[in-house]
């Protein structure tokens, strides 16, 4: 059975860090494109990161970029997501999904597709 558990989400004071982990159950993470998404009460699902499984190339939400890096240790089964600078408007929901298909990117922008999905952690920034 497909399995992803996020973990690592809490409460921190803004300009704190956290690293959340995704770890995976039932298939091998090493052949699959890994995403981290989150969502904000009342806000829209945004993609926050991606990492492409064929070549290790990375992806970022603007909004994140030179905060936020994704990694992958395929000898855990499991894909990070460390997070520094941290502000109030990341506080959110943040999910890991994978999916089998590559990563995309057009105009600056990219798609990280998600076939299945962990139930999430929650990340709050406040002090």
């Known amino acids: 059975q497909v399995q992803l558990v996020e973990s690592g989400g809490g409460l921190v004071q803004p300009g704190g860090s956290l690293r959340l982990s995704c770890a995976a159950s039932?298939?091998?993470?090493?052949?699959?494109?890994i995403g981290w998404f989150r969502q904000a009460p009342g806000k829209e699902h945004e993609g926050v990161s991606c990492?492409?499984?064929?070549?290790?190339?990375?992806y970022y939400a603007d909004s994140v970029k030179g905060r936020f890096t994704i990694s992958r240790e395929n000898a855990k089964n499991t894909v990070y997501l460390q997070m520094n600078d941290l502000t109030p408007e990341d506080t959110a929901v943040y999910y890991c999904a994978a999916d089998l298909d590559p990563p995309t990117s057009y105009a600056g922008n990219f798609y990280c597709p998600h076939e299945f999905w962990g139930q999430g952690t929650q990340v709050t920034v406040s002090s």
């Open positions: 039932g298939f091998s993470l090493a052949y699959y494109t």
């Open positions: 990492i492409d499984v064929s070549d290790g190339s990375t």
